[in-house]
């Protein structure tokens, strides 16, 4: 394979993968509790926690740099990243290998958060079932 074709290889993975992310998040778009969509966002979540696995790095250099001060941080960050970033990796991988079983119960996440950045996608709308809060007057 001559190197432009390596290159557009990759790039053609990188979306499939990335299509293929987007679509655990089907329920976001209908908002139904379908055990097939449940059974999505578990893959989804797998292929996401796969791909970001590494970010637990830089994010607990930064946490640690925040309680200390930069060597430390540094040091002790890159440490427990590498530990939670095998831990979201593996777990991604379980995800993605047992999408289709409702194992734990109920598709539920095995590491909490169940993404490496919860608040980059903001709060979760409500569901269409249940009651909208009425604003107090």
Same mark, same amino acid.
């Given at each position: 394979m001559r190197i432009g074709n390596k290159k557009?290889?990759?790039v053609l993975m990188v979306g499939m993968?990335?299509?293929?992310?987007?679509?655990?998040?089907?329920?976001?778009?209908?908002?139904?509790?379908?055990?097939?969509n449940s059974m999505m966002h578990k893959c989804g979540r797998g292929i996401v926690n796969v791909l970001t696995g590494w970010m637990e790095v830089p994010k607990?250099?930064?946490v640690e740099w925040k309680?200390?001060?930069?060597?430390t941080g540094t040091i002790m960050g890159t440490i427990k990243?590498?530990?939670?970033?095998?831990?979201?990796?593996?777990?991604?991988?379980?995800? %993605?290998?047992?999408?289709?079983?409702? %194992?734990?119960?109920?598709?539920k996440p095995l590491m909490e958060p169940e993404f490496i950045l919860p608040d980059l996608w903001g709060k979760d709308?409500?569901?269409f079932d249940e009651p909208i809060e009425k604003p107090m007057k």
């Open positions: 557009l290889f990759v993968v990335a299509l293929l992310a987007a679509s655990g998040y089907a329920d976001d778009m209908t908002r139904s509790k379908s055990e097939a607990n250099i930064a309680k200390t001060e930069p060597f990243g590498l530990g939670w970033g095998v831990g979201r990796t593996a777990t991604g991988v379980y995800d %993605i290998i047992t999408f289709p079983l409702p %194992i734990p119960e109920g598709y709308l409500p569901y």
